[in-house]
Structure formats: C-alpha cells, structure tokens
C-alpha cells in the first residue's frame, strides 16, 4: 500500500494504514536521494522543527505522528546488486544494500534474479512493508 500522502511538500492530514494514528505534519517531503533526506533534515533543524519519518504506514505506534516535518521515504528505494563478501570460509556470503524504502515485494524480486536466487528470511506477512520500518521499530528476529 503506498503512503496515504503522495504529493512532496505541503501535507494534508496523514494516517497510518490501520487508521489507529494520524497527524497534520507541516510538510511532508518525498526525497529519493540519501542527500536529499540529508538537506530536509538541516533545513527542519535550522527552523526548530522535528523530523519524523513514514514508509508504508503499517506501525501501530505513533513513531511517525508530528507536527513537524514527516518524510515519506517512498521515493529512496534503490537497490544495490550483490556484492560477494570475503569473510572465514564458513561465514562467506552475498551482501545485498538497500535504501529504507524498499519494500520486501522490490528486495524479494530483485533476489530471485540473482544467480543462485538468494532470499532473505523474514516473519512480516505484508510484502508492501518497507525495510527502513522493519529495521528501525525491530520487526526482525
């Protein structure tokens, strides 16, 4: 499900996906670059403004409720190819980096390409959810 809110800059109302929380950010910015979000965050800090953040909306918490700035990281959702890591013999592995907004639909896809597919495990149910979200309110075992 994409966020509530698709237009950059001034925001509307925002809710999350089970309409349990809502606010009226001031802005609600869509950067797809790690120097954008970089800039949006001085810019809130240079005008005594809070930053929250927002993938998907799926948390129940109120982590991205604010009156501040919420930035929708929809938009920062490359995927960087596999790299393989040297590591001991019995820890070598494939390294995938993602941006915070890649959804585990987009990072699954993009593992099954790879030759052998790789895959990562994973308990969340919703394949819109967005690894930022996942990582950040520890959703992972």
């Given at each position: 499900?994409?966020?509530?809110?698709?237009?950059?800059?001034?925001?509307?109302?925002?809710?999350?996906?089970?309409?349990?929380?809502?606010?009226?950010?001031?802005?609600?910015?869509?950067?797809?670059?790690?120097?954008?979000?970089?800039?949006?965050?001085?810019?809130?800090?240079?005008?005594?403004?809070k930053v929250r953040c927002a993938g998907s909306g799926h948390s129940w918490s109120s982590s991205s409720v604010t009156d501040g700035v919420l930035v929708i990281v929809d938009k920062m959702n490359k995927i960087y190819p596999p790299a393989k890591r040297t590591y001991p013999p019995e820890n070598e592995s494939w390294t995938v980096e993602v941006e915070t907004g890649v959804t585990i639909k987009q990072l699954d896809k993009f593992l099954r390409t790879h030759n052998p597919p790789l895959a990562v495990p994973s308990n969340t149910v919703l394949e819109s959810v967005r690894y930022g979200g996942v990582l950040s309110l520890g959703c992972v075992r």
């Open positions: 499900m994409p966020p509530p809110n698709e237009d950059d800059g001034d925001a509307g109302t925002w809710t999350n996906w089970a309409k349990t929380q809502s606010c009226r950010p001031a802005e609600e910015p869509h950067p797809n670059s790690k120097e954008a979000l970089i800039a949006i965050v001085n810019e809130a800090r240079e005008k005594g403004k």
